[in-house]
């Protein structure tokens, strides 16, 4: 999680076999930056995005 200063606030490694899928949540005080996605193969983001409570949810656009 790369903050709107470009400052790395958080950072989760995983490591997952063909097929598998990730789910997780941003930390709560990000107010705004991005997510920052690194690996050695393709990778597909699919989900949502918006608050932890559901009072702002935008869909992800697909990516083709």
Excluded: C, E, W
């Excluded at 958080?10 to 991005?34: E, F, H, N």
């Amino acid at each position: 999680v790369v903050n709107s200063a470009g400052t790395v606030i958080d950072k989760t490694t995983i490591s997952l076999s063909p097929r598998s899928r990730q789910a997780s949540v941003v930390i709560a005080d990000v107010q705004s930056g991005y997510l920052r996605f690194t690996s050695n193969m393709p990778i597909h983001i699919v989900g949502a995005i918006g608050t932890r409570n559901g009072r702002v949810l935008d869909q992800l656009p697909a990516l083709r």
